[in-house]
């Protein structure tokens, strides 16, 4: 057996039984091995940024990691932006990077490069460049191992191709995730002492702390304390809709965070990071928690957030409590097509079941709100900032949980960067249902631009930041590239058409013309 | 003055006065002193790899650099890949990467990742994070004659937010480039010696080696000794057509290259590398200089290469020759439009000062010899090896010469990486003619994979390499990034469609339905 064919059966012996690939010569015994394990599912991008964005959203709906096969050192480059969102979410990732053969580095050719430096950025824990055929399927069992953490994180793997086409290999055993840190009960008890104190509190929750089981044991712990729930900004994975508790997620904008924290007298991080802003501006402070306000840690991703959350309820004998309707769901909108008109039309037609990647950007301040009341479903987040992100996650996501319809919700400056996802969403039969909010515009700039402090911008700043001079046109992108496409230019368009779109099964777009928020 | 008004205006003083770009938050104060220049010309991409590609052809064409302005780790790593191109090409790039302010970066903000070790895969001898705002504009002119070396190189400046923002920057001169190494008059007459002696010889020419008057100097050599004259594999840039020498270049495919030096008992080196195998093959050599023939090294990229070419062509009393005719351009092609017509239509078609960026792949064989009699023009090629270049390089060659008609030729596969380039093309109006070669699959990975040695590859594999299901619709994509299309079926619609393009201001783009060539 060559080690391709042991570093795949090693990978599928660890759940590891999709690969999101875009692959070159060097990777070419890796792709015939696939044939051999029919175990392992090999879903093809056209870019590397869908590859590893699908390899997120993937991971983020299993919990259990896909692999990334790249090509050398470039195709690390364009697969960068995702690994880096991936890192910043705790998302777990083998990321499987091909190499020149051994002896054929020392010649510098073409795509030679060094591709370890380029894998710290996004692997800063868990680079290795396999050394031995025989060694081969050991290492990627650390691989997977690395990958499911706790926490989560992309771990890559540098794979020389005679390394992969020689023979030698042998398969190992199952990779095992390292058992997540257990909270102390003394900390358990300082918080459960902290809350029932006076004054405003609040348990700021990320990570896993966000699914239903983490926000229901939250909202025991809200009932019988008055601690407010607090989400962070761009969560890996949100659990939300009716009957599910709904955290106040920290605002984007760090002048509305500051607000949201200038109360606080005590802030209890379960799984999240102390809120920082997301650029600097300046004059302004990029540590957002009140000096006033005590911090406490509670939780970080290396624990078992949710079951920290369920001791630290009991620690407060706070019973189950249901969660209360916050009002009907939105009504079909109609009249002029906006940004919140679609946030209606999601409210009003949300599936059960759902999974929305969300890349909206300004354009999607609404969507949280309007869909509240929507059936449960989950929903994924910005995690690293790196747009481009949106449309892959939801392409892995789809991979990932087939019959649950996938929603991105996708603004038109961020689909350019990796819009190749369509054609994977085609060539693999995805349920992706995805809106394009084109304003024809990087409208978040257009705001940022005046919160650095760029009072009168001239017309060549100005023209930086705008997509008009020429239109693009979404639906001739999406036909393009196999994947059938719809305009709308009213809510009543939007709506039927989204709701067609829903029932209809395989990937569609629609292009939602709608003008800038601000 | 704020930082980054004093930058720009240092970049404009060093000639550095087109700026591409795709700016971020971080960068908004680059952005906002744009208009306090006017001299600095910005050009927007969707998408950092079309920003890096475009400085790439915008300096082959104007041997000088422009600015690439980049947003945090994950812009510059999706920017690399043709970053990773500029490098292997000796393209000189300032290439300017945003971060946080200095005070932010200890929060690990989303966007905060370690841009350094990302750069040192694209710029291992010269990457600087500015430190003040008052030495900002130091750097900058150091990056500037970093980038220029000789040999040129991407320079790597990385841009704090504060450091952008604060007052106090101040302009400094104009940088200089290094000048070249000399080579030894000694050198030169051990080589003028070698080349005199019996046995076959020849000269592999790299870098500046084949611009005119480099190949005019080698062409003196040759008819003087009957030295043979061969250019390096993909050429940064090489000057041809109707009268001027044409060396043959190295063939990609080891076996065919070890073919064409086989014979040689001795090989110089004139800018150029030892050649080498692109990338490994079981059981095969991957230095591809024969063991009995003796290599010897004029001048690396280092030299001034043309004027070492005259040096000895002068040491050997080596007169002026003409180079003759090889025969009449070809016919205007009729029939099945296949990969050989379309290089038959640019051979009768190609106009004077064409710049063709070639990124055709297997379809693109026979497209060199067909134009070997077109008027004088530019060629400018593939020089990492990372796909996806094509695109953007015409982009920023129509960019740094206006006037001529860019014609890139591109691989359906690699077109799809950076296939956002169109949009910038008809933002800036640039007389860009593109033809893609529609074949529907990665034809060239199926020809690699018999070569590594996979006898029966399965139908996985083969999903993998092909790129029919759904089928890409070109004339859609570049339609939906305003680019106006149309479709050739046949060598006569082809033909004429080229025609009409190249005699249209603005770009336009040809999809040619072809059959793989293997």
């Known amino acids: 057996m060559n080690g391709a064919e042991a570093l795949i059966r090693t990978l599928v012996g660890s759940g590891v039984d999709t690969c999101f690939m875009n692959p070159g010569t060097s990777e070419m015994h890796f792709v015939a091995a696939l044939d051999a394990v029919p175990e392992m599912r090999a879903v093809l991008g056209l870019f590397e940024g869908v590859a590893t964005g699908g390899a997120d959203g993937y991971a983020r709906m299993k919990d259990h990691p896909a692999a990334v096969l790249l090509h050398l050192g470039p195709g690390l480059g364009n697969g960068l932006a995702n690994l880096h969102n991936a890192r910043k979410g705790n998302v777990p990732i083998v990321n499987i990077v091909g190499d020149h053969a051994t002896y054929h580095k020392q010649y510098d050719a073409q795509l030679e490069s060094d591709i370890e430096t380029v894998a710290r950025n996004v692997s800063p824990a868990w680079v290795r460049r396999s050394s031995s055929t025989a060694g081969l399927a050991g290492d990627a069992a650390e691989a997977v191992a690395a990958a499911l953490g706790p926490p989560g994180q992309v771990a890559t793997l540098i794979l020389p191709a005679d390394i992969s086409w020689s023979d030698g290999g042998a398969v190992v055993g199952a990779a095992t995730a390292a058992a997540p840190q257990s909270v102390d009960a003394g900390v358990v008890e300082t918080v459960a002492k902290a809350l029932r104190a006076d004054g405003p509190a609040a348990l700021l929750l990320g990570g896993t702390g966000l699914r239903e089981r983490g926000l229901r044991a939250a909202n025991r712990i809200a009932a019988a304390t008055g601690t407010q729930l607090l989400a962070e900004t761009f969560p890996t ?69 949710e079951a920290v959350l369920e001791q630290l309820a009991d620690a407060l004998d706070a019973p189950d409590v249901a969660v ?45 709100g309007a869909t509240v009341e929507a059936p449960p479903h989950s929903w994924l987040c910005l995690t690293g900032g790196a747009i481009g992100q949106g449309l892959p996650v939801a392409t892995g996501a789809a991979v990932a949980a087939p019959g649950r319809r996938v929603v991105a919700l996708e603004a038109d400056g961020s689909a350019l960067y990796t819009f190749q996802s369509l054609w994977t969403q085609a060539r693999e039969g995805l349920d992706v249902t995805t809106i394009i909010y084109n304003n024809r515009s990087y409208s978040i700039l257009n705001m940022e631009l005046s919160r650095v402090g760029v009072e009168e911008p001239g017309p060549k700043a100005l023209s930086m930041l705008d997509l008009h001079r020429p239109d693009m046109d979404f639906v001739s992108l999406s036909q393009g590239l196999g994947v059938p496409a719809t305009r709308a230019e009213t809510a009543e368009e939007l709506t039927s058409q989204l709701e067609a779109s829903l029932a209809t099964p395989g990937p569609s777009l629609i292009e939602a013309l709608v003008p800038p928020i601000l």
């Open 237 to 305: 994975r949100i659990e939300r809709g009716a009957g599910l508790p709904e955290p106040t997620r920290l605002a984007y904008l760090a002048e509305f965070a500051a607000m949201q924290l200038a109360p606080l007298r005590r802030l209890v991080l379960v799984g999240a990071k102390a809120p920082v802003s997301f650029f600097a501006y300046p004059g302004r402070e990029s540590y957002l928690v009140p000096e006033d306000c005590e911090l406490i840690e509670l939780a970080t991703v290396d624990h078992d957030v």
């Open 324 to 368: 209360p309707s916050s009002g009907p769901r939105p009504e079909r909108p109609t009249g002029a097509l906006t940004a919140e008109s679609i946030a209606a039309a999601l409210g009003a037609l949300l599936p059960e079941g759902a999974i929305v990647s969300d890349e909206a950007q300004t354009s999607g301040l609404s969507n949280p």
